[in-house]
């Protein structure tokens, strides 16, 4: 086989170089060796510096081949090709293999590796179809929500989705939230509504005291809402969107101890590190959202934003979802503050009344909330909630808007003057409107509060029986806030507030 040689040759203009081709034969037999086809000039002779070769090369002009090297180079690459077509085309018949994960235990939610290696991963994902979820991330939702891989979500919080009233409603800027488990979740992110429509102004009452929106406005406040309350939970460096996939389960080896729910399994998870993006993420995923399936998408969406490692060191084995198929006051929390807390004043707590350090400090609301948060219950299975204080930066937030939780039911009170909290005088002689979700409050629930003086129980008339001072359940709330306030024709509207709660 002829060797092939490359000589480096400048070019005239001195800034490229040309390269030409020689081939070499080595002749250590010059008898066995066949004549060539056509005379060779003889080699030109060596330097007298050079010393004499044993060999004899021989090198044909301007890279010229013969027809016997042509042959044998094309039959060379021409094998070269058809090998490495075989060897494409086997790799190509050969299946998918999926390495098969043996789950030999339960889920151990504290000592899982994935979660502690990669739990704060803010890494902004490009591909189509998103990170498909896996065992123990699912795994951990589930047992973070409900507290077991076995039982998952109730019918009726797979029911639940983010839908606005009709358009022709006089309440058609809220949420619709039935008594059911998801209803103070839904009810949140109506606060959060709410607030950005009060910022874009679009909450002005008309003459009947109503207030009505666009269809347009009410959606894109619901964008806003549910993007804030994801970017804060985040830390405002990050968030984590799930959304269902049609094709198959993203994995199917489950295990003795994982039962499917036939959404948990299909979920696909977008990271963003850029707001905006989210924000279009968000508008593309809202269809998903407001129909069945879209509050659980949300709240699995909500804890991954949180990153699961933060929330298993919020939530300190407990759940989010309670007893009664309801959503906690840590869900509620989370969605508030972005942190799934256990109680409601500012800041950390780290002694006791008397005076020595706490094994676990008492974490609390570091900052002034978007939403704020009024709680009043009389049941005595909520006394580690009742004995708290309500903390300033729940109960002054920046906009005007309270999510109250009066006896475990929920409902959103607002005003519409945005600047209520921004100066004292305002808080004088101020009107709240109730907004409760559900389908029975037809008409705008209008409260005119009045805090110049401190009123007796008894100006609230015959609401309760005769000779009993005691001051109205919906007024005990309020005084959590606007300590001694009094209603106006209370004695009225305190007997429609209590048809909502």
């Known amino acids: 086989m002829p060797g092939v040689n490359t000589t480096a040759v400048p070019s005239k203009d001195g800034r490229s170089t040309m390269y030409r081709i020689t081939t070499t034969s080595t002749n250590k037999n010059p008898a066995s060796t066949p004549p060539p086809s056509q005379p060779t000039p003889p080699p030109p002779p060596l330097p007298e510096s050079a010393p004499a070769s044993s060999e004899t090369t021989t090198t044909k002009p301007d890279g010229e081949y013969t027809d016997q090297e042509l042959l044998n180079l094309v039959s060379y690459f021409e094998a070269s090709r058809a ?36 739990g704060n991963s803010r890494t902004l994902k490009l591909y ?42 006089p309440l058609n800027y809220g949420l619709i939230a039935d008594r059911t488990g998801a209803r103070g979740l839904i009810l949140a992110v109506e606060a959060f509504v709410i607030r950005h429509l009060l910022l874009k102004n679009l909450l002005s009452p008309n003459r009947h005291r109503s ?75 809202l269809p998903y959202l407001m129909k069945e399936n879209g509050v659980v998408l949300f709240l699995y969406s909500l804890m991954l934003s949180r990153t699961l490692k933060k929330l298993i060191e ?23 503050t972005g942190r799934a807390l256990h109680y409601f004043h500012n800041g950390n707590i780290e002694f006791d009344i008397n005076g020595n350090l706490m094994e676990r400090a008492q974490i609390g609301v570091k900052d002034r909330c978007s939403v704020g948060f009024l709680y009043w219950s009389k049941h005595e299975d909520d006394s580690f909630w009742h004995k708290q204080e309500v903390g300033s930066m729940l109960r002054t937030p920046k906009v005007p808007v309270w999510l109250i939780c009066l006896n475990r039911r929920y409902a959103v009170i607002f005003s519409t003057n945005i600047n209520l909290l921004n100066n004292w005088i305002y808080e004088n002689y101020f009107q709240l409107h109730v907004y409760t979700g559900l389908k029975n409050q037809e008409e705008p629930c209008l409260l005119s509060i009045d805090t110049r003086e401190q009123y007796p129980a008894s100006i609230y008339g015959n609401f309760f029986e005769e000779n009993e001072a005691v001051i109205p359940e919906f007024v005990q709330l ?16 305190l007997h429609e507030l209590m048809t909502y709660f």
């Open 83 to 118: 090998d490495l077509k075989n060897r494409v085309d086997s790799l190509l018949a050969q299946p998918i293999i999926r390495p098969k994960r043996i789950d030999s235990a339960a889920p151990k939610l504290f000592d899982n590796e994935y979660i502690k290696t990669h």
């Open 128 to 169: 189509s179809q998103g990170d498909p979820i896996t065992l123990p991330v699912a795994s951990t939702l589930r047992l973070l929500s409900n507290n077991s891989t076995i039982h998952s979500f109730s019918q009726v919080w797979i029911s639940a989705k983010f839908a606005f009233r009709d358009y022709t409603n």
């Open 211 to 285: 207030i009505s929106v666009s269809v347009e406005a009410r959606n894109e406040a619901l964008v806003d809402a549910l993007t804030e309350i994801l970017w804060q939970a985040g830390e405002h460096r990050g968030a984590t969107v799930c959304m269902p996939y049609a094709g198959d389960e993203c994995f199917s080896n489950y295990g003795a101890h994982y039962v499917p729910d036939g959404v948990t399994e299909r979920l696909h998870l977008f990271e963003f590190v850029d707001i905006a993006k989210l924000r279009t993420f968000v508008i593309k995923c």
């Open 314 to 336: 919020d939530l300190d084995h407990t759940r989010l979802v309670g007893d009664r198929d309801e959503a906690s006051i840590q869900m509620v929390m989370l969605a508030l």
């Open 478 to 493: 309020l005084h959590t806030r606007w300590l001694g306030c009094m209603i106006e024709n209370g004695d009225e509207i």
